[in-house]
T-cell receptor, first 114, second 114 residues
Framework: AQTVTQSQPEMSVQEAETVTLSCTYDTSESDYYLFWYKQPPSRQMILVIRQEAYKQQNATENRFSVNFQKAAKSFSLKISDSQLGDAAMYFCASRPGGYQKVTFGTGTKLQVIP | EAQVTQNPRYLITVTGKKLTVTCSQNMNHEYMSWYRQDPGLGLRQIYY???????DKGDVPEGYKVSRKEKRNFPLILESPSPNQTSLYFCASSSAERLDNEQFFGPGTRLTVL
């Protein structure tokens, strides 16, 4: 069984500053994938970044990067140069390799202060 | 345009009245899933399908049925809806050809059961 925990229900950041959203997970699989999704007020689910567990290098996508600590089962998301459009709910998710059973965390609501 | 569509987008119904939420994707994806989103609980997987005629239970399958008779369609059926099934529902699809199986989400269906 997989579990995904997001311990920060809400966070805020000043525009142009950096913020880190936390995510811890637990899985018995050796092969798995981790994801961060963004859900703006429109409710659309948007993939922000993905990480393959077998890759040691942390994934980056423009202003978004992750800190993947495999031994600690931690997968935090860093948003640099925060913009007003980053305000949204962010979900962390885990999926074992070769399977389609996906587990999401409970989400972190990010507020960006102008 | 590559997309996942869901219908209806909004539905208010009464307890016990059978309903179907349709999901269709035009990307020839093998994998499809249904999720429900509730405040404080994140997204929870209801059912998923690896291919035509292949479906399996997610974490919260009780009270739901699915079928996958065609590759592009994956309807969610509530035979006898109850108020605790009031939720926001998402359909998602992904390709078996991609190792990370990035999911593409539909726009969501807001269901209220009175």
């Amino acid at each position: 069984a997989q579990t995904v925990t997001q311990s920060q229900p809400e966070m805020s950041v000043q525009e142009a500053e950096t913020v880190t959203l936390s995510c811890t997970y637990d899985t018995s699989e050796s092969d798995y994938y981790l994801f961060w999704y963004k859900q703006p007020p429109s409710r659309q689910m948007i993939l922000v970044i993905r990480q393959e567990a077998y890759k040691q290098q942390n994934a980056t996508e423009n202003r978004f990067s992750v800190n993947f600590q495999k031994a600690a089962k931690s997968f935090s998301l860093k948003i640099s140069d925060s913009q007003l459009g980053d305000a949204a709910m962010y979900f962390c998710a885990s999926r074992p390799g070769g399977y389609q059973k996906v587990t999401f965390g409970t989400g972190t609501k990010l507020q960006v202060i102008p | 345009e590559a997309q996942v569509t869901q219908n209806p987008r909004y539905l208010i119904t009464v307890t016990g009245k059978k309903l179907t939420v349709t999901c269709s994707q035009n990307m020839n994806h093998e994998y499809m899933s249904w999720y429900r989103q509730d405040p404080g609980l994140g997204l929870r997987q209801i059912y998923y399908s690896m291919n035509v005629e292949v479906t399996d239970k997610g974490d919260v399958p009780e009270g739901y049925k699915v079928s996958r008779k065609e590759k592009r369609n994956f309807p969610l059926i509530l035979e006898s809806p109850s108020p605790n099934q009031t939720s926001l529902y998402f359909c998602a699809s992904s390709s078996a050809e991609r190792l990370d199986n990035e999911q593409f989400f539909g726009p969501g269906t807001r269901l209220t059961v009175l």
